[in-house]
Antibody, heavy 121, light 110 residues
Framework: QVQLVESGGDVVQPGRSLRLSCAAS????????INWVRQAPGKGLEWLAV????????YYAGSVKGRFTISRDNSKNTLYLHMNSLRPEDTAVYYC??????????????WGQGTLVTVSS | QSVLTQPPSASGTPGQRVTISCSGS????????VNWYHQVPGTAPKLLIY???QRPSGVPDRFSGSKSGTSASLAISGLQSDDEADYYC???????????FGGGTKLTVL
């Protein structure tokens, strides 16, 4: 079955960096785009970034563009989110979600369980 | 402030039909499909409706989605206590070149 398992969440000081991972299994990883979505405590969902199946296309939300970088290693079936210059407002649970298509319209069909990032001094 | 606007809360009694609205603009709902997710607090979101009105396998037909112009709706009929969750709409936004979510609607089954 499709599984996405995030890891790497931690407590970090403002201004520091962190790398999250999302290990995929149960499907052909190199045929699917993947998204990162986060949820601050008690808040709603916020889309962060998406990467195409082969890593050639990447899109970012304005709130993280220039600070966060999405990447993938198809040989390891793993997605990454490199986060720099972290701020307290980046505190959230970070989810990876598989991108599927209905025609040309995308949607997130499977989600991981999330990993918690806390930015605090 | 979310790009897509949802009511913060909705409620109904068991067996009732409830609808949750999602309002956007020409750059998102007006020109792209809407997807719906639900989330029980403390757990990961799950796909509920995709491409405006398509149900993934395993989602009962009590759940239905529709779209008209720059707005979309999720309808839940035969409300059950298990339906208590947060519901989110989402769409691609052509102006932002990214995916946007609604602020979420907390559904309470009275």
């Amino acid at each position: 079955q499709v599984q996405l398992v995030e890891s790497g969440g931690d407590v970090v000081q403002p201004g520091r960096s962190l790398r999250l991972s999302c290990a995929a299994s149960g499907f052909t990883f190199n045929k699917y785009g993947i998204n990162w979505v986060r949820q601050a405590p008690g808040k709603g969902l916020e889309w962060l970034a998406v990467i195409s199946y082969d890593g050639s296309d990447k899109y970012y939300a304005g709130s993280v563009k220039g600070r966060f970088t999405i990447s993938r290693d198809n040989s390891k079936n793993t997605l990454y989110l490199h986060m720099n210059s972290l701020r307290p407002e980046d505190t959230a649970v970070y989810y990876c979600a598989r991108l599927n298509y209905y025609g040309s319209s995308g949607y997130c069909d499977y989600w991981g369980q999330g990993t918690l990032v806390t930015v605090s001094s | 402030q979310s790009v897509l606007t949802q009511p913060p809360s909705a409620s109904g009694t068991p067996g009732q039909r409830v609808t949750i609205s999602c309002s956007g603009s020409s750059s998102n709902i007006g020109s792209n499909v809407v997807n719906w997710y639900h989330q029980v607090p403390g757990t990961a979101p799950k796909l509920l409706i995709y491409a405006n009105n398509q149900r993934p396998s395993g989602v009962p037909d009590r759940f239905s989605g529709s779209k008209s112009g720059t707005s979309a709706s999720l309808a839940i009929s035969g409300l059950q206590s298990d339906d208590e969750a947060d519901y989110y709409c989402a769409a691609w936004d052509d102006s932002l070149n990214g995916r946007v979510f609604g602020g979420g609607t907390k559904l309470t089954v009275l």
